[in-house]
């Protein structure tokens, strides 16, 4: 194997070897917590633009299931049609796996889909920078030579590159054209998603309760079409770049006719900003299968799976809207509702693949505000 390294914004330097495929690459050097669902997060698009790392030391050794394509178009296993990642960095990984559901090695369809991938460093230490500095910018750089350079990394990073949040992950994502996904059974509702990078389990949880789901461009004006409610779906990057999305929220929530709305992830966010809050970058963000939930107002928790680097502002929500769920970690939003209206988000995922499925029973909810 060609020895690897990985760049840190401050100038750390990892060193360990590629088994993926070999080719520099930048992006937000990210960490998830996870035990499980390297293929589910690899394909999960809100990862565009990141470099992965898991904490969770061996990885590979169940390998990757089936990744071709369904029922509805959607994908079999994973969270859409290929890999959003930039990279991905591990401590150990298994060249063997075994599993009754897979196909090939992680390996191979890394190297298949064309991302870089490291193992063998100390990904503790790794983490460890990224809780204390933050989440920064990083770059993989494959050598055969196991002499490594030791320049800056600004030198190394085109200045295009630098900031994560200036680029619209989001446009790079979102399905280009309207996408109707058929119900499963008996027609009961028609909803219009925002796609802003939606998973596709999202999409699953909706059409297995009868929902009827077109699929709009993240600048696409929905309003102009006739639907029972509006699902506001996940997705990568900064919710600033998202403008045009907050304005068709706003003229959702400003119509005479009032309809039931819920938004995941990102699309809490979106809903937040629609309604007049602020949102801000957390240090290191959520990501993990893990982190407990509140809802506010009661003594419920729930165990939830997230991946976000951004969080609504409580303090700047209206008097109309109030939080929904609190985060029991660091107090940060979880989502938001409506105090009148059928409006609600989470910021965690309720769909949840891989796991835990604690709170499916949000699009329930969803479902039974439609009617």
Known sequence: MKIARLILEDGSQFVGWSFGYDTNTTGEVVFNTAMTGYPESLTDPSYAGQILVTTYPLIGNYGVPDTGLGRNGLPLFMESEKIHAKALVVADYSETYSHWNAKESLASWLKREKIPAITGIDTRRLTKVLRESGVMMGRIEISEKGIVNSDKFATALPESEKDYGSVNWVEKVSCKEVITHQPEGEKKHRVVLADCGVKANIIRCLIKRGIEVVRVPWDYDFNQLEFDGLFLANGPGDPEQCSKTVANIQTFLNNETVRPCMGICLGNQLLAKAAGAKTYKLKYGHRSHNQPVQK?????????????????????LPSDWEPLFVNMNDGSNEGIRHKTNPWMSAQFHPEACSGPVDTEFLFDEFVKMLG
């Open 296 to 316: 506010v107002g009661t003594t419920q928790c729930f165990i939830t799976s997230q991946n976000h680097g951004y969080a609504v502002d409580d303090s700047t």
